[in-house]
C-alpha cells in the first residue's frame, strides 16, 4: 500500500468492503456515531453469501429471531441503515487502497473514493463452490440436476433430493427441504455430522421418523443420466455401492476462496485472513479495520452476531480518526435515540 503526501477533502468518513450481513450492520453503527459511509461489494446486491448462495436457508442464532430467513435478515438489515443515506458501489471490487494524508484512496475499477477510515467485512472473500471429483459431473451443472446452492425451496417441491456433505448446509438443507421435497436422502462419509448439535439431533429425528435417510458411511461415486440427472452412485470405502434415485444431487462441501487484491494491501494474515485486535478490531495497518469472518483473533467464533459485535467495536474505535477533537461518550440507543430522529 503505497503513501501519498496530500490533504483531501473526504468523499465518507469510512469506506465498507463488504455488503454482508456484518458490513451493512457497521453501516447502522456508524451512523449511529454520525459517520457517512460509501460500501462496496463485488456482487450485484447486497447480503454477501446470505443473497448469494442461499437467501431462503434459515438462521437460528439471530437473537430476537427464533427463525429468520437469510434473504429476510438482509431485508431487514437494509431497513435498519436506511435513514442514514449509505453509498453502494455494487458490482464492483476494490482493487486499489492507497494511504493519503489523513485517510485513504479507494479505487474499483474507474471509480475512486477518498475516506477517513476503511473497514473490511468481506467474509471470505471471493468465493465459489468446491465441486466433487466426479467424472462428467459438469453434464449436469446448470440445469441437469447438480446445483451448489439454493436460492427457492418452492423448486425442489416434489423432487427427489440428494444431499452431500456433513456439515451446517448440508443439515440446513436436509431439515428445511424435508417438508417439500418427495425424498430427501444425505450421504456422509461417517455418521457423526459437523453441524450445530441442535441441528444435528433434529436431523436424527427425522431420520429415525423415516422422513429423511441418512445415507452413511458412504460418499458419492458416479451420477447416472443422460444429461439429466437420474441417480447418483455411492460407495463405502470397502466398495460396496448403492444407487439412489435423485433428481437432484447439492454437494455442500464449502467454499473455495479468495482473498483476492485484499491479500496484498500489506496485512498481516493469519491462514488467509486478516490479524486484527479482538478489542477494536484494528488491522496491522493503522487506520484499517476488519470484522466478521475475514477477522481473525484468538478465540474468535465464526457467527454472524460475532460481526454485529465486532462491527461496533470497530465504529467506536474509528470514532476519534473521524472526529479527533470530540469526545465520545458512550450511550445506549435506547437513550440516545437515532441521529437526526
Given at each position: ?12 468518513d ?10 451493512l450492520?457497521?453501516?447502522f453503527?456508524a451512523?449511529?456515531l454520525?459517520m ?5 461489494d463485488?456482487l450485484?446486491e447486497?447480503g454477501g453469501?446470505?443473497s ?5 436457508k434459515p438462521?437460528?442464532d439471530?437473537?430476537?429471531y427464533?427463525e429468520?430467513?437469510a434473504?429476510e ?7 435498519q441503515?436506511a435513514p442514514?443515506?449509505p453509498?453502494?458501489h455494487?458490482?464492483?471490487?476494490v482493487?486499489?487502497l492507497?494511504e493519503i ?5 479507494l479505487?474499483?475499477?474507474d471509480e475512486c ?5 476503511v473497514?473490511?467485512a468481506?467474509g ?9 471429483p466426479?467424472?462428467?459431473i459438469?453434464?449436469y451443472?446448470n440445469?441437469?440436476g447438480v446445483?451448489?446452492l439454493?436460492t427457492?425451496?418452492?423448486d425442489?417441491?416434489?423432487r ?6 456433513g456439515?451446517?448446509?448440508?443439515v440446513?438443507?436436509?431439515l428445511?427441504?424435508a417438508?417439500v421435497?418427495?425424498s ?5 462419509r461417517r455418521?457423526?455430522?459437523r ?7 433434529r436431523l436424527q429425528?427425522?431420520a429415525t ?6 445415507v452413511v ?5 458416479g ?9 447418483v452412485?455411492v460407495a463405502?470405502l470397502?466398495g ?8 437432484v444431487?447439492?454437494p ?5 476462496t479468495s482473498?483476492g487484491?485484499?491479500?496484498g ?5 493469519t ?11 484494528q ?7 476488519a470484522?466478521?469472518?475475514v477477522?481473525?483473533?484468538?478465540g474468535k467464533l ?7 459485535a465486532e ?8 470514532y476519534?480518526l473521524?472526529?479527533?477533537d470530540?469526545?465520545l ?5 435506547t437513550?440516545?435515540g437515532r441521529?437526526?430522529?
Amino acid at each position: 500500500m503505497a503513501a501519498m503526501n496530500q490533504s483531501t477533502d473526504f468523499n465518507c468518513d469510512i469506506a465498507i468492503v463488504g455488503a454482508g450481513p456484518v458490513g451493512l450492520f457497521a453501516v447502522f453503527q456508524a451512523g449511529m456515531l454520525e459517520m457517512r459511509c460509501q460500501v462496496f461489494d463485488a456482487l450485484g446486491e447486497v447480503g454477501g453469501q446470505c443473497s448469494a448462495l442461499y437467501p431462503e436457508k434459515p438462521i437460528y442464532d439471530i437473537p430476537g429471531y427464533p427463525e429468520i430467513a437469510a434473504i429476510e435478515l438482509i431485508d431487514k438489515l437494509g431497513q435498519q441503515i436506511a435513514p442514514f443515506d449509505p453509498v453502494f458501489h455494487l458490482g464492483r471490487t476494490v482493487d486499489g487502497l492507497e494511504e493519503i494524508d489523513g485517510g485513504f484512496q479507494l479505487t474499483a475499477g474507474d471509480e475512486c473514493i477518498t475516506a477517513r477510515a476503511v473497514i473490511i467485512a468481506a467474509g471470505a472473500g471471493a468465493f465459489g463452490p468446491n465441486r466433487p471429483p466426479l467424472e462428467g459431473i459438469e453434464e449436469y451443472e446448470n440445469g441437469g440436476g447438480v446445483q451448489y446452492l439454493v436460492t427457492r425451496r418452492e423448486d425442489f417441491r416434489d423432487r427427489r433430493v440428494v444431499i452431500a456433505g456433513g456439515g451446517d448446509s448440508a443439515v440446513d438443507w436436509a431439515l428445511s427441504l424435508a417438508p417439500v421435497a418427495a425424498s430427501v436422502s444425505v450421504v456422509h462419509r461417517r455418521p457423526k455430522f459437523r453441524a450445530a448439535p441442535e441441528s444435528a439431533r433434529r436431523l436424527q429425528e427425522l431420520a429415525t421418523a423415516g422422513e429423511i435417510e441418512l445415507v452413511v458411511p458412504y460418499q458419492l461415486a458416479g451420477l447416472e443420466g443422460d444429461g439429466e440427472l437420474s441417480g447418483v452412485r455411492v460407495a463405502t470405502l470397502d466398495g460396496d455401492e448403492r444407487l439412489l434415485p435423485a433428481d437432484v444431487l447439492l454437494p455442500f462441501y464449502g467454499l473455495a476462496t479468495s482473498l483476492g487484491p485484499i491479500a496484498g494491501w500489506g496485512f498481516e494474515l493469519t491462514k488467509s485472513q486478516i490479524a486484527v485486535d479482538p478489542a477494536s478490531c484494528q488491522s496491522s495497518l493503522p487506520g484499517i479495520f476488519a470484522i466478521g469472518d475475514v477477522a481473525s483473533y484468538p478465540g474468535k467464533l465464526k457467527l454472524i452476531l460475532t460481526g454485529f459485535a465486532e462491527a461496533a467495536a470497530a465504529a467506536h474505535a474509528i470514532y476519534p480518526l473521524v472526529h479527533p477533537d470530540q469526545a465520545l461518550h458512550f450511550e445506549y440507543s435506547t437513550t440516545k435515540g437515532r441521529p437526526g430522529s
